[in-house]
């Protein structure tokens, strides 16, 4: 599916995502990823099930309003206790499958919300 805002302007938009990848900005990725308007950067994670406080310690150091929990192709809760970095930072966050997540980050970051958000591609 392709996706793309009529401006993107510097900030990091999610051009399409599909089986085993997310575009951004036109460029394709193979690994999961964490982003937020000029954050780009891989996120060691292959399965969301696998998530610990850790993986969230780059996101609370952004300080983001919202942060969108992409899960891959299927929808999985992370753990709960993975997620006490992030009540504890005050950071609202969304969990969705990945291609939900990609469309949603757009349409925040469309709204000019300080958004970000960690994909899994699977």
Known sequence: MKL???QSGP??????????YVEINTRRHQQSLMLGGAVLEPWPLANIREVTADHFAPVTA?????????????????PPQALRPLIEARIGHEVMDTPAACRTYN????????????????
């Open 11 to 20: 900030q990091n938009v999610v051009t399409a995502h599909g089986e085993g």
């Open 62 to 78: 952004h300080a983001p309003e919202v942060l969108i929990i992409g899960t891959g192709r299927r929808f999985t809760f992370p």
């Open 107 to 122: 349409v925040l970051l469309s709204e000019g919300r300080k958004v970000m958000a960690v994909l899994v591609v699977d």
């Open 4 to 6: 793309q805002l009529a």
